[in-house]
């Protein structure tokens, strides 16, 4: 441990036996990468013969165990090199120089940084430590139970996991029952990770999906009924029938989609928090520091949109999280297979971000890394990249047979359905009793089924809607023969006009 | 008739004429435009249905004066000013950057993105200390990654800003196909009408002076097919400046085709806010027996060629189309419906390329007007060379227009 600046035992883990220290060592290794923007963590997860890439047991969410530690604990940091300072020599360290404010935008990336939280000091070096005990230091005066959430917030998110896995299963059934087509990619087992992060959000704040977007919506704040309908491709759904499955947007609740082809999403999330940026510091709108997420998955993080936007990110400091859902398969190819270096955390400090490796079927320990990584993005920071190890419990589509992944990595996954998870860590601590839960359920239930009844009487979009939104200034469309604009033609209104 | 044409084959490209004061007393007015008027054409723009009543002798003879050469590299005195209203004088890569600071200055919301476009001023100047003036996240040096500057740009716009991407080279955006077919031009309708994507995205394309095949491209035939985008092609400094900022102010996405070889035209061009219609084509040349449509650079070898050709006693009638997606049909299809027959001139590859869409466009439409098959002159389907010669004649040359109009008009 001598070459760090400090070690995380050391920082707060001098008592084993105290279950609050122990508890802080997962978020501590947490937040060990992620103040620490140079850092390099060369953690190796246990590799086992059988799975491919098991980072973490099979534990319950919240544990205190030391097990749960060991991808972040100090033993293992200490056989690795983990050049934290700015004059490491190894290549995967460029020292972060602060090129000279030749400029306004420099300059006033510059003052962000100084008037951010006076925890996190200027020099970097040191910068974790004051921010870990103060951390600490914060837990132990709040003299709060040691639990990581209270009872509203564990309802909050065991409703949100339901509702995102009830509406999947439904969207199945109904698949099945042909009231919806194309391709349709369900969430089921990846529930922590929406709820952790998008929980966490306001409704200014942006977030961009990809086609396996339906919870990221429903956490968002978008009505089931909404999403449903644009499933079924009625006139009532989010986007008025037009996107479909994989194109989920919402202006009010700032979705800004859905979008097919994987990577294309990073970059329309990057402009968004350009525009967050923006706002603050050429329109002068101070207090704007709306976040955004990017959420996108382990094949995604080989594309080169990617690596372009982790490069812009870091350059102009944008308030962004890149979330990646590393569920181990883009549909039949998997992470192993097509990655040189799986670890797609490692990804990020070679841009100059933090790069965070969490659990993602605990929803606790997602929300966690979250709180801090858009802490961050809000306070100015910079953006952060957080690989969340989770897992689809069904195909990759609909469509998708299922037949490469092996049954035992599924079981293995389905011990740790995070639903379940979240119950038993609610039930256990006296947050909630089984019946409440069980309200829950129900009331999801109807809820979805509700979005059903009224997907199913809502009418389908009418023949005129077809050239509607083409342009949001349909003069784009021409001027016709007779010299007006086609969109005057009143067959235009109709939707049978010759475009 | 012969009147008109004596004067203009006379008379030194060059010299000052009394058409200064040729402009009719209407047109003095500022020549503002509305968008949905086509009654109210600037002193530039000449409708076909408004000209007749103009003095055809000066226009014809200032349109000469206009366009020296195929690329005009020396002052023009032109005559669209009038007496009241001197205007001033400038090149065309300034009159971009005149209208883009002008939006910039009216709508914080503009701001500009691409490689160079901030300390640099822009490869080609377009954006030439405006860096300076609005500062650098206003003006943003991208690093060289085309499809997620585009894609950001996109973000950007879905979110409240009014971006324009500049691409250092057409050529570069087909990096950005991607951002631009699936995001630009589709995020407006997937959504069903949630977002609108206000995004200008302009550059410099088309063939050079020998830069070699990939930095030769015309990217207006490859892009033509999205739907949700609107693509125009500026040739002139008047239209350029109008064009650039009515795509900023339009909520459409709008592809702004520059032309390499045409930034260094001079124009004089009015002191007043004004825009070009987006819509709209521009009557170059009124005339009564073929329609000639052209755009960008094409439209300068276009006129080279209707000097020869009024020397032999034609009377072409020159429409820059300047809207390449939609196409003006109606001021295309009076043309036609007055000429019966029509040439299309272009720099596009022949297959798939502008002109083949446009006359399918004409024939669907006007193919009782015409007395003749359409004829079109594109470039070759050929990789542009290097070598001078050969890349001659991979364009349309002003003599090759001669010879079709020629045999059109057999």
């Known amino acids: 441990m001598g070459r760090m600046g400090f070690s995380p035992k050391h920082a707060c883990l001098t008592d084993e036996k105290d279950p609050n220290r122990q508890k802080i060592t997962n978020l501590t290794s947490c937040l060990l990468v992620s103040c620490q923007l140079n850092l390099h963590c060369e953690v190796r997860p246990p590799f ?89 230091k914060q837990k132990k005066s709040k003299s709060t139970p040691t639990l990581l959430i209270t009872k509203e917030e564990g309802l909050e998110l065991y409703e949100d996991m339901v509702l995102g896995r009830a509406f999947e299963d439904m969207c199945a059934q109904m698949y099945y029952r042909g009231k919806m087509f194309g391709f349709v ?55 008025r029938g ?188 006296n947050l909630a009793s089984d019946a409440e839960l069980k309200a829950i359920d129900k009331k999801i239930d ?17 023949r005129s809607q077809l050239l509607e939104n083409v342009f949001a200034d349909p003069k784009g469309f021409g001027i016709g023969p007779d010299g007006r ?15 | 008739m012969a009147a008109i044409f004596q004067g203009v084959g006379a008379a030194a490209t060059l010299s000052s004429s009394p058409s200064n004061s040729f402009v009719p007393k209407k047109f003095l007015t500022s020549p503002r435009r509305s968008f949905s008027v086509r009654k109210v054409p600037s002193y530039v723009v000449v409708r076909s249905d408004g000209s007749v009543n103009f003095d055809l002798n000066s226009k014809s003879r200032r349109a000469q004066q206009l366009v020296a050469n195929a690329v005009a590299t020396k002052a023009d005195s032109s005559a669209a000013s009038s007496s009241s209203n001197p205007g001033h004088e400038l090149l065309l890569f300034e009159a971009l950057r005149e209208g883009l600071e002008e939006e910039m200055e009216r709508d914080p919301r503009v701001c500009v993105m691409g490689e160079d476009v901030g300390h640099y001023g822009g490869s080609y100047k377009v954006t030439k200390d405006l860096a300076k003036k609005f500062g650098d996240l206003r003006v943003l040096d991208t690093p060289i990654a085309e499809n997620s500057f585009t894609g950001m740009g996109i973000g950007a716009a879905m979110t409240g ?64 097919s999205i739907p949700g985008i ?38 004089r061009i009015p002191d007043e806010d004004y825009i070009c219609n987006l819509e709209e084509a521009e009557m170059v040349r009124p005339g009564e027996h073929v329609t000639i449509l052209t755009y960008s650079r094409m439209r300068y070898h276009v006129m080279q060629a209707a000097k020869t050709l009024v020397n032999k006693g034609y009377d072409p009638e020159v429409i820059d189309i300047r809207s390449l997606k939609p196409f003006d049909l109606y001021t295309i299809g009076n043309s036609v419906k007055k000429t ?70 057999r």
């Open chain 2, 161 to 224: 800003l009014r971006p324009v991407v500049e691409g250092m080279n057409m050529g570069f955006l087909l990096l950005a196909f991607n951002q631009i077919s699936n995001n630009c031009g589709m995020l407006h309708y997937t959504s069903g009408g949630q977002f609108t994507i206000p995004i200008v995205i302009r550059g410099p394309g088309g063939v050079g002076r020998q830069l070699g095949a990939e930095h030769s491209q015309r990217l207006e035939s490859y892009f033509q």
């Open chain 1, 485 to 499: 604009y086609r969109c005057e033609d009143p067959k235009f209104t109709e939707g049978t006009a010759h475009v």
């Open chain 2, 340 to 409: 019966h027959r029509v040439l299309i001139v272009e720099e596009c590859m022949r297959t798939g390329g502008i002109g083949a869409s446009l006359t399918a466009a004409i024939t669907e439409n006007f193919n009782d007007y015409l007395d003749a098959p359409i004829m079109c002159l594109s470039s070759q389907d050929v990789p542009t060379p290097y070598a001078g010669t050969l890349e001659e004649w991979t364009v349309v040359q002003p003599a090759q227009i001669v010879t079709a109009v020629e045999q059109l008009c």
């Open chain 1, 185 to 239: 990619h369900l969430y089921n087992g990846q529930e922590a990770v929406s709820t952790g992060f998008i929980k966490l959000l306001k409704q200014q704040d942006s977030v961009v999906s990809t086609y396996r977007d339906h919870v990221h919506a429903l956490s968002k704040g978008v009505p089931a009924r909404a999403v449903m309908s644009e499933l079924f491709g009625k006139t009532t759904g989010c986007c």
């Open chain 2, 230 to 267: 609107q693509m125009v092609a500026c040739s002139t400094p008047y239209n350029a400046k109008g064009l650039m900022k009515a795509a900023i102010r339009s909520e459409n996405p709008v592809i702004l085709f520059e032309h390499v070889l045409l930034y260094n035209l001079k124009e």
């Open chain 1, 242 to 429: 037009q996107g479909g499955s994989m194109h989920m947007f919402s202006r009010e609740h700032n979705l800004l989609g859905g979008f097919a082809f994987i990577g294309e999403g990073i970059p329309v999330a990057t402009g968004a928090a350009f525009t967050s940026k923006y706002k603050r510091e050429v329109l002068k709108e101070a207090d704007c520091d709306h976040v955004t997420l990017a959420f996108f998955g382990d094949g995604t993080c080989n594309n080169g949109q990617f690596f372009e936007c982790l490069n812009m990110a870091a350059l102009w400091k944008l308030p962004i999280v890149f979330v990646v859902e590393n569920n181990l398969w883009a549909i039949g190819m998997s992470h192993l297979r097509s990655t040189s270096d799986p670890q797609i955390y490692k990804k990020g400090p070679a841009f100059g971000m933090p790069g965070i490796h969490v659990d993602g079927m605990d929803v606790l320990k997602v929300r966690e890394v979250a709180k801090e990584a858009i802490g961050r993005a809000r306070r100015g920071e910079g953006p952060t990249l957080v690989e969340c190890e989770t897992y689809r419990f069904r195909g990759h589509s609909l469509a998708d047979p299922d037949e490469l992944r092996d049954p035992a990595e599924k079981a293995h996954y389905a011990a740790r359905d995070p639903i379940t998870a979240l119950k038993k860590y609610l039930t256990e601590n």
């Open chain 1, 48 to 136: 086992s013969s059988k799975f491919p890439l098991p980072f973490f047991p099979s534990l319950p969410i919240g544990t205190k165990a030391t097990k749960m530690s060991t991808a972040f604990s100090a033993a293992n940091f200490s056989t690795q090199s983990f050049p934290l300072n700015h004059t490491s020599t190894t290549s995967h360290d460029s020292p972060l120089v602060f090129a000279k404010p030749t400029s306004q935008f420099l300059r006033s990336t510059r003052k962000l940084r100084l008037s951010s939280s006076s925890k996190l000091n200027l020099n970097r070096r040191s910068g974790t430590v004051v921010a870990v005990s103060d951390v600490v």
């Open chain 1, 446 to 462: 109807e809820v979805v089924e509700d979005a059903v009844e009224f997907a199913d009487e809502s009418p389908v979009p009418p």
